[in-house]
Nanobody
Framework: QLQLVESGGGLVQPGGSLRLSCAAS????????IGWFRQAPGKEREGVSC????????NYLDSVKGRFTISRDNSKNTVYLQMNNLKPEDTAVYYC???????????????????WGQGTQVTVSS
């Protein structure tokens, strides 16, 4: 069974940091582009960042540039999202997703991605 599992979410104060992990089971992440998405209460799910099979990075969201960094460790079958200088508006459920048809990152459209995790809650509040 192909599965993506996110972890690392939690409650953090503004200005703090978190590192989210996206681990795969049942398949290897290496041939997949991996995207991180988020969904805040009452809002649509939006793309945050993507990493291609060749480690090219694409920020879908201008507001996270310089604060969030996506990376992958194929030896651990895991993709990470390092989030620094967190702001209350970053509060959301964060999801990872895998796309296996292309070596490059697809557009930030939900339908472009084939597999999804269940999400991890990130709350930024004082």
């Amino acid at each position: 069974q192909l599965q993506l599992v996110e972890s690392g979410g939690g409650l953090v104060q503004p200005g703090g940091s978190l590192r989210l992990s996206c681990a795969a089971s049942g398949f290897t992440l290496e041939p997949f582009a991996i995207g991180w998405f988020r969904q805040a209460p009452g809002k649509e799910r939006e793309g945050v960042s993507c990493i291609s099979t060749r480690d090219s990075r694409l920020n879908y969201l201008d507001s996270v540039k310089g604060r969030f960094t996506i990376s992958r460790d194929n030896s651990k079958n895991t993709v990470y999202l390092q989030m620094n200088n967190l702001k209350p508006e970053d509060t959301a459920v964060y999801y990872c997703a895998a796309e296996g048809r292309s070596e490059i990152c697809p557009p930030a459209e939900l339908a472009q991605y084939d597999y999804w995790g269940q999400g991890t809650q990130v709350t930024v509040s004082s």
